[in-house]
């Protein structure tokens, strides 16, 4: 199945550009073309029921805001990777609230699209990819990015999700060794957490936060600095 971008803005000849500057990506990287749509307004983006993996959505649009639309297609579809292209930085703190993929100011920069397209991909590829996962009752078929963080449970442990909890037969060591995407990591050795959901660390504590709750987890005071500069060198990878 070929990858699905969305471009949603009220402006023409700005959709447009923009457009060419994504095919030109995929052409130069040597990727298959994506499959694109191009809608003039939120109201009929959403009207359409297009599903897509990728949506560059304007700010500012006649009717429903370029926000809006992005907060009803996350609903929709929570891995889909919301590219916010906007004049105004006003509306970054709102935009951040649910997720935004990344924000990018008018005129695009073409060399910072380039990346966020790249890291876009990567995640897509990687972070999107299902895992199995063997409980008592049968078998759980997940998304590794919807995994908040994992703890120890007696001998076994427990999956806490965006959306549920769940408890794994194989314990931490197992899932230490076998998560090996980089956003993981273990703040001490009986939790592995997801650094997309971290808000804030010291020395003590590392605050988890998702849609439906926050969380606070412990760090080992030896890992704290290694912790450190793996997600700072995570947060980087998404400027």
Same mark, same amino acid.
């Given at each position: ?16 550009? /923009?457009? =060419?500057? +994504? ?6 990287? %040597? &990727?298959? @073309? ?20 990728i949506a560059f959505l304007d700010v500012e649009m ?41 924000? /990018?100011? =008018?005129? +695009? ?6 990346? %966020? &397209?790249? @890291? ?81 660390? %010291? ?37």
């Amino acid at each position: 199945m070929s990858l699905r971008i969305l471009f949603c803005d009220d402006d023409n000849e700005i959709m447009s550009n /923009l457009h =060419k500057m +994504v095919l030109e990506y995929f052409a130069d990287a %040597n &990727l298959p @073309e994506p499959e694109c749509a191009l809608y003039n307004s939120g109201e009929e983006l959403l009207a359409s029921g297009a599903a897509g993996d990728i949506a560059f959505l304007d700010v500012e649009m006649n009717g429903l805001s370029g926000i809006h639309t992005g907060e009803r297609l996350k609903k929709m579809n929570p891995r889909i990777k919301i590219i916010i292209v906007t004049s105004y930085s006003d509306y970054l703190d709102e935009a951040m609230k649910f997720h935004v993929f990344r924000y /990018l100011s =008018k005129p +695009v920069d073409k060399k910072r699209l380039y990346r %966020n &397209l790249k @890291e876009a991909l990567y995640q897509i590829n990687t972070y999107s990819k299902t895992m199995v996962v063997e409980t008592e009752q049968g078998y759980e078929t997940i998304y590794a990015e919807d995994i908040v963080y994992i703890e120890t449970f007696g001998r076994k442990t427990k999956f806490h999700m965006i959306d549920r909890d769940f408890t794994s037969v194989k314990g931490i060591d197992f899932w230490t060794k076998t998560i090996d995407i980089p956003c993981f990591y273990s703040t001490n050795r009986g939790c592995i957490v997801n650094m997309k959901y971290v808000s804030f660390f %010291n020395e003590e504590i590392v605050t988890l936060i998702c849609e439906k709750y926050s969380q606070n987890v412990y760090i080992s005071r030896r890992r704290f600095r290694a912790f450190r500069d793996t997600y700072l060198s995570y947060m980087r990878s998404k400027e």
